[in-house]
């Protein structure tokens, strides 16, 4: 659709100038200081949502400025000093039938887009690798069905000078979730306990983690980097403290890290978990 490729090009010219020194700093996977608009987009799906934000964000601009129009164009003409004698019109069929099927039109033309994205989001597609992230409280662990039998808890790095220097407060863990870059990834989600949800702002993720439920979702990462999310769903009082990193490497690196992790990570069903309960001490907690 050229209009709203049109649209969308204003737009983006628009939100930047709004955004201004924002969108230049707009983090990569991370939030940046002052920033005004979304973080910067690491995968296909956050690329459409960023242009069907800037889409609507047309839209609703010249409703606002139409509506305030009108409403200037009442207060100046329409006063009781500048029209004394109102009119005693109550009806204007052409008037009625067309701020009725105006508004139906811009609807249908949002709703096509928005479909189409929402369907891009939820048709998962042939999917070069499984990760399955698992909300507990308050903790993620991850586990690669499809590279072995590994599982391995991230948690937050809560004591300050144990971040390393790339990793920003509140949002550094002591294992990352680590996938190949422009590679497909399928997410699962499920909650231990309680509802947790999974997202990651930069791949324009989020899917509830659910006690009981598989939920699906995708990404492919674009760019190498670190990208960083947050638990999205209140649950419990660590629900600040459960971020999400996600470590997108080359398909090499990826390889050696496996191998790596399927040592570290080795699953020993008769071990204690080694965080048992991490959530309810306070103060640092390191493994
Ligand atoms: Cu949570």
């Given at each position: 659709m050229l209009v709203f490729k049109r649209l969308t090009a204003i737009a983006a010219t628009i939100s930047s100038l709004l955004a201004g020194v924002g969108t230049a700093s707009a983090g990569l996977g991370q939030p940046s200081a002052w920033q005004l608009n979304f973080q910067q987009a690491g995968s296909p799906v956050m690329d459409n949502i960023i242009?069907?934000?800037?889409?609507?964000l047309v839209i609703i601009t010249l409703i606002t400025l139409f509506v305030l129009a009108l409403l200037v164009v009442i207060m100046v003409r329409f006063n009781a000093r500048a029209n004394p004698t109102p009119s005693r019109t109550t009806?204007?069929?052409?008037?009625?039938?067309?701020?009725?099927?105006?508004?139906?039109?811009?609807?249908?033309?949002?709703?096509?887009?928005?479909?189409k994205l929402l369907?891009?989001?939820?048709?998962?597609?042939?999917?070069?690798?499984?990760?399955?992230a698992t909300g507990k409280q308050w903790y993620w662990s991850y586990s690669y069905p499809d590279n072995g039998k590994f599982e391995f808890d991230s948690l937050m790095v809560r004591d300050e000078k144990q971040l390393r220097t790339d990793q920003p407060r509140l949002?550094?863990?002591?294992?990352?979730?680590?996938?190949?870059v422009n590679k497909t990834v399928r997410v699962q989600t499920t909650g231990a306990e309680v509802i947790h949800s999974f997202?990651?702002?930069?791949?324009?993720?989020?899917?509830?983690?659910?006690p009981g439920r598989l939920n699906e979702t995708w990404f492919k990462?674009?760019?190498?980097?670190?990208?960083?999310?947050?638990?999205?769903?209140?649950?419990?009082?660590?629900?600040?403290?459960?971020?999400?990193?996600?470590?997108?490497?080359?398909?090499?690196?990826?390889?050696?890290?496996?191998?790596?992790?399927?040592?570290?990570?080795?699953?020993?069903?008769?071990?204690?978990?080694?965080?048992?309960?991490?959530?309810?001490?306070?103060?640092?907690?390191?493994?």
């Open positions: 242009s069907f934000h800037n889409f609507l009806h204007n069929t052409l008037l009625e039938v067309a701020w009725t099927l105006v508004p139906v039109a811009i609807l249908v033309m949002i709703a096509i887009p928005s479909f369907f891009y989001q939820l048709n998962i597609p042939q999917a070069d690798l499984t990760v399955k949002l550094g863990v002591d294992n990352e979730l680590v996938v190949p997202a990651v702002p930069s791949f324009g993720v989020k899917v509830d983690a659910i990462a674009t760019r190498e980097g670190i990208y960083y999310g947050q638990c999205a769903e209140l649950c419990g009082k660590d629900h600040a403290f459960m971020p999400i990193a996600v470590r997108v490497v080359s398909e090499e690196a990826f390889a050696t890290w496996v191998e790596e992790a399927k040592q570290k990570f080795a699953r020993d069903d008769n071990a204690q978990t080694n965080v048992a309960a991490a959530g309810a001490i306070d103060g640092p907690v390191i493994k």
